[in-house]
């Protein structure tokens, strides 16, 4: 069965790092694109980061563009966001995303940035 869990999120200083991790399960991720979103309070969710399959290209919303990095690790079938200088309005549930047949979603990890 097609899994999707996120770890990493926490309590960080603005200006601090975070790298979260999403681990698949069920299958191989090497053949996907991986996605990560974000949700606030009150707002939509929105796409934060995308990594391709084959050629590991990336996107990154403007917001987090210069401070955000996806990469992916396919032998520990793994994908992370790593979390640089981050800003109060980062404070969000993160979840991680892959499209097969059907969308699959991770249950997020809580960012919380304060001072």
């Known amino acids: 069965q097609t899994q999707l869990v996120e770890s990493g999120g926490g309590l960080v200083q603005p200006g601090g790092s975070l790298r979260l991790s999403c681990e698949a399960s069920?299958?191989?991720?090497?053949?996907?694109?991986m996605m990560w979103y974000r949700q606030a309070p009150g707002k939509e969710r929105e796409l934060v980061a995308r990594?391709?399959?084959?050629?590991?290209?990336?996107t990154l919303a403007d917001s987090v563009k210069g401070r955000f990095t996806i990469t992916r690790d396919n032998a520990k079938n793994t994908v992370y966001l790593q979390m640089d200088n981050l800003k109060p309005e980062d404070t969000a549930v993160y979840y991680c995303?892959?499209?097969?047949?059907?969308?699959?979603w991770g249950q997020g990890t809580q960012v919380t940035v304060s001072s």
């Open positions: 995303k892959v499209v097969r047949s059907t969308n699959y």
């Open positions: 069920g299958f191989s991720i090497r053949y996907y694109a």
């Open positions: 990594i391709a399959a084959e050629g590991g290209s990336t």
